[in-house]
Nanobody, 126 residues
Framework: VQLQASGGGLVQAGDSLRLSCTASGRTFSSYIMGWFRQAPGKEREFVGCISQRGDRIWYGDSVKGRFTISRDNAKNTMYLQMSSLKPEDTAVYYC????????????????????WGQGTLVTVSS
């Protein structure tokens, strides 16, 4: 499967932005999907992940309450709605996916994912 992340850009602190991740293939609904981000000079960080049907979602502590993950399996697309953006949210955002029969918060680990998008840059100015 190929993943394509889009929607990044330059915004001001307090603004909102929505990222999309579109997948190729016909088995998207069987994939756990996740968002990760990597700020300059820092390690890649877990943002959140969503179960195959979208009924279970996990978030990283730094984005909980501000970011919302959703998916539309009919469109092979996952979304990351980001609100109340802060300068520390500046990073390259990556979407990732893995074919899985189950779901759980162990998908917080990037090592669980087999497929990665190319990343989209989000810059939040103060």
């Amino acid at each position: 499967v190929q993943l394509q992340a889009s929607g990044g850009g330059l915004v001001q602190a307090g603004d909102s932005l929505r990222l999309s991740c579109t997948a190729s293939g016909r088995t998207f609904s069987s994939y756990i999907m996740g968002w990760f981000r990597q700020a300059p000079g820092k390690e890649r960080e877990f943002v959140g992940c969503i179960s195959q049907r979208g009924d279970r979602i996990w978030y990283g502590d730094s984005v909980k309450g501000r970011f919302t993950i959703s998916r539309d399996n009919a469109k092979n697309t996952m979304y990351l709605q980001m609100s109340s953006l802060k300068p520390e949210d500046t990073a390259v955002y990556y979407c990732a996916g893995v074919y899985a029969y189950a779901s759980g918060d162990y998908y917080r680990s990037e090592s669980r994912y087999d497929y990665w998008g190319q990343g989209t840059l989000v810059t939040v100015s103060s």
